[in-house]
Nanobody, 116 residues
Framework: QVHVVESGGGLAQPGGSLRLSCAASGIVNSITTMGWYRQAPGKQRDLVATITSGGDTNYADSVKGRFTISRDNLKNTMYLQMNSLRHEDTAVYYC??????????WGKGTLVTVSA
């Protein structure tokens, strides 16, 4: 079992920055790929970015060049640095963690609101 907790959400102005964190606990030595997803009101949950245990990254086109995903395997923590925020980045951001045993674990999400 892996427990996942997101933090760092809040209110930011357009053009501003926020840094999200995702802390994993439990059977952390089984963690492989980690990822950020987001769900805006009335919309489906979409991929934002993923990072493998080896550090390979993948981004949604909408965030390329603005967001940076990273992880600290010693701290079992993943980050999402969000710069040049836009109104359309407003959403609940979720962390998803994959286990080498085939399971996936979600956090409860953290709300990001971009507004002047």
């Amino acid at each position: 079992q892996v427990h996942v907790v997101e933090s760092g959400g809040g209110l930011a102005q357009p053009g501003g920055s926020l840094r999200l964190s995702c802390a994993a606990s439990g059977i952390v030595n089984s963690i492989t790929t980690m990822g950020w997803y987001r769900q805006a009101p009335g919309k489906q949950r979409d991929l934002v970015a993923t990072i493998t245990s080896g550090g390979d990254t993948n981004y949604a086109d909408s965030v390329k060049g603005r967001f940076t995903i990273s992880r600290d395997n010693l701290k079992n923590t993943m980050y999402l640095q969000m710069n040049s925020l836009r109104h359309e980045d407003t959403a609940v951001y979720y962390c998803k963690v994959h286990s080498l045993y085939g399971s996936a674990y979600w956090g409860k999400g953290t709300l990001v609101t971009v507004s002047a």
